[in-house]
């Protein structure tokens, strides 16, 4: 009861401060000719669009296709399972994978609305009137003189660390890796392991591409990607001691 609040009333918070409704925790500074947050924004490679869709909706009919290919009706019938056991059996891999995606996301914005740090392209993108003219100094307080943008993008730009596109493409590779390793069975490891770089590839571009697209220091790349890590590993050894890669078909007709 009261975990289910705390959650709750955690979710409401954080929507609220992503919104702007309710302020965030410190209020940032910075050097008006700090040449780390003075890149010209460039958009995104990998929109936000595109991580939903790599990192929410391709992983459902990933495992679906995975678990009906290797463990489909002919197989689950041979071990008591019924005809579309295959397919309850792929929803409840993918509810273990949206938990731990849902921990990913959570803790990502609750850094980046604590920490606060400036983006590459922040002076680009804010336009602070303090910086007109400034060849030196460091303010505290500041207003934003962009009025090209909404004011969720300009909120935006001061919430660097930690990386989400990382974070959350690092984890989707650890655990559909892992659930590679696990699931298919009676084919070539060349395939298994040619599947696990591809999404390997994937972690990749989408983390790299933050840096070059100027959306991202380094930092945040590598702060992001230890957390989509992180979560992955605990995810991965929370299935593991309740061998969930091992329930029985007849149990999921």
């Known amino acids: 009861m009261y975990k289910r609040v705390f959650k709750s009333f955690f979710v409401v918070l954080l929507v ?23 890149h010209k924004y460039k958009g995104d490679t990998i929109s936000t669009k595109l991580v939903i869709i790599g990192t929410l909706i391709f992983p459902l009919f990933f495992l679906c296709g ?49 920490v606060r740090e400036p983006r590459p392209h922040f002076l680009d993108t804010c336009r602070p009137r303090e910086a007109i003219n400034c060849t030196s100094g460091y303010f505290s ?3 934003c003189n962009n009025k090209e943008l909404s004011n969720f ?14 974070a959350l493409s690092v984890y989707c590779f650890i655990f559909t890796a892992w659930f590679l390793s696990r ?50 590993i605990y995810t991965i050894r929370k299935l593991n001691k309740k061998n969930f890669h091992r329930i029985d078909p007849a149990t999921v007709i």
């Open 16 to 38: 609220l401060m992503e919104c702007g409704i309710v302020p965030e925790f410190q209020n940032i500074g910075f050097y008006c000719e700090d040449p780390k947050i003075s």
């Open 66 to 114: 995975i678990e009906w290919s290797c463990h489909g009706a002919e197989g689950y019938a041979k071990r008591g399972g019924g005809r579309w056991a295959w397919l309850p059996q792929s929803l409840l891999w993918y509810r273990e994978y949206i938990s731990g995606m849902l921990i990913v996301f959570f803790l990502t914005d609750l850094i980046k609305v604590i």
């Open 141 to 143: 307080t500041y207003t």
């Open 153 to 166: 993008r300009i909120r935006d730009a001061s919430k660097s660390f930690p990386s989400g596109h990382a």
């Open 183 to 232: 699931r298919m069975c009676g084919v070539s490891q060349i395939l298994v392991t040619g599947l696990q770089v591809l999404c390997l590839s994937w972690a990749v571009v989408c983390s790299f591409t933050r840096i070059t697209d100027n959306r991202h220091h380094w930092w945040d790349v590598l702060a992001g990607s230890a957390l989509g890590l992180s979560i992955g």
